[in-house]
């Protein structure tokens, strides 16, 4: 993809890039590099991206991955593979060097918005890529694109979260996604949404299923009938 002629421009990458890079040279491998902080909330937000769906014997697709430590996670739900897409080059080697021994694990340097990268996953998983401020301020562009290429190529569904607008204070760097608006984006895409912000006060979780069909006659997702 020509990054000048989409939300994604090569400024950001660069500022992106930078900013990791040296949050790993500061702080090693560790939530605080992916600028999670000290507070242990990696793993909840892992368990609420994996709370919608069965995973077993599933392929995942994880777009801006870090490390890729949310395999280490979905070990535990017998996932088929795993494959992280992650854009900064000191993160993508960490993670390659831990996971190495492990032939369900693949992270590949590259762009998120680059689908040739994404393969043939059942469920497409982002935690934290739409969290950076663009310079140029199309973050809602950026994501409506990585959500229609995500869906696109899912053939199950879509799980990622957001940082809300409704807070206290804001900073420079973060992108504050309005979830009234992402909702209006999310609903282009599917008729089968659910949006979680019941597990921390400032964030939220979006699930976008591709199991949309349904009965006339009862006017219910098949996919739910079937939990009944």
């Known amino acids: 993809m020509n990054l000048d002629e989409g939300p994604l421009t090569k400024d950001d990458v660069e500022k992106v890039v930078n900013r990791y890079t040296d949050r790993f040279k500061e702080h090693g491998y560790s939530e605080e590099a992916l600028g999670w902080g000290r507070k242990g909330r990696q793993q909840l937000r892992f368990e609420i991206l994996a709370s919608q769906w069965d995973l077993k014997e599933k392929k995942i697709l994880d777009l801006g991955a870090g490390f890729g430590d949310l395999y280490g996670f979905l070990k535990n739900y017998d996932i088929a593979s795993y494959r992280g897409v992650e854009l900064t080059p000191a993160l993508c080697e960490e993670g390659q060097k831990r996971n190495k021994k492990d032939a369900n694990f693949e992270l590949i340097l ?4 680059d689908k040739k990268l994404y ?11 739409f969290n950076f401020r663009l310079l140029n301020g199309k973050n809602y562009e950026f994501i409506e694109m990585v959500l229609s290429n995500a869906v696109a190529v899912a053939t199950r569904g879509v799980a990622c979260n957001f940082i ?13 996604a309005n979830p009234e608006e992402i909702l209006k984006l999310a609903f282009k895409l599917s008729k089968n949404i659910s949006l979680r912000a019941d597990y921390m006060p400032f964030e939220y979780s979006l699930f976008i299923s591709k199991m949309d069909s349904f009965s006339p006659d009862s006017a219910i997702f098949d996919s ?4 009944l």
């Open 119 to 129: 393969g043939e996953p059942d469920y497409v998983f982002i935690s934290g890529l």
């Open 164 to 176: 809300t607008d409704r807070v206290d204070y804001k900073e420079e760097l973060i992108f504050n």
């Open 224 to 227: 739910y009938v079937r939990k």
């Open 110 to 113: 590259g762009d998120c918005s």
